[in-house]
């Protein structure tokens, strides 16, 4: 079954330094690629996605590449912030199951200090 | 304004209780899920719902029951609360006219705890 692994935290970062969780997937069909983020106390918004093979994706200074090939997502920035300090969740949506489920990875905690 | 409320927001209950969390949204959205997330598991998904009269059971719904009142209203109860329902639940929406995606829209969570 399709299925989303990330690295595990929680990962401890000083401010304005380069950032990378990584993210890969097993899917039987053509996903779209996600990255939730979470902040403290609140649910989880989008904070980029991709949607066919190549594909990148940006948002507040994240990237993420969809790369086939590797099958993987991996989230980067090139300098964090301590307002950068949130869960992040790699997920992916495969329209080719019987339901556009999404699936979720376990979350990486970040903790950016001043 | 918020477009995807849960109500409670916190809730601390006593096992065998019968417990409901409610999800409303404003978004205009057939699909509702619900899922439970607990540390290190990520997101589960309990039920989900692509319109009123279509209700179906995700990977982890035993022990739980969801109805859809109407398209904007999701409820989901628990019939005889146990501790290890103890998690954050949270209520999420899509839209299935965005092309090659099920982007989903968050409530901010219900946190769940049962003594």
């Known amino acids: 079954g399709d299925s989303v692994t990330q690295m595990e935290g929680p990962v401890t970062l000083s401010e304005e330094a380069f950032l990378t969780i990584n993210c890969t997937y097993t899917?039987?069909?053509?996903?779209?690629l996600f990255w939730y983020v979470q902040y403290p106390g609140e649910g989880l918004q989008l904070l980029l996605k991709a949607t066919k093979a190549d594909d990148k994706g940006s948002n507040k200074g994240f990237e993420a590449t969809y790369r086939k090939e590797t099958t993987s997502f991996h989230l980067e920035k090139g300098s964090v912030q301590v307002s950068d300090s949130a869960v992040y969740f790699c997920?992916?949506?495969?329209?080719?199951?019987?339901?556009?489920?999404?699936?979720f990875g376990p979350g990486t905690s970040l903790s950016v200090i001043p | 304004d918020a477009d995807v409320t849960q109500t409670p927001r916190n809730r601390i209950t006593k096992t065998g209780k019968r417990i409901m969390l409610e999800c409303s949204q404003t978004k205009g959205h057939d699909r509702m899920y619900w899922y439970r997330q607990d540390p290190g598991l990520g997101l589960r998904l309990i039920y989900y719902?692509?319109?009123?009269?279509?209700?179906n059971k995700g990977e982890i719904s035993d022990g739980y029951s969801v109805s859809r009142q109407a398209q904007a209203k999701f409820s989901l109860s628990l019939e005889s609360a146990i501790p290890n329902q103890t998690a954050l639940y949270f209520c999420?929406?899509?839209?299935?006219?965005?092309?090659?995606?099920?982007?989903?829209?968050f409530g901010p969570g219900t946190r769940l705890t049962v003594l």
């Open positions: 999420a929406t899509s839209d299935p006219g965005l092309p090659r995606s099920n982007e989903q829209f």
């Open positions: 719902s692509f319109d009123v009269k279509d209700i």
């Open positions: 997920a992916l949506s495969d329209r080719s199951t019987s339901y556009d489920k999404v699936i």
């Open positions: 899917a039987t069909g053509y996903p779209s």
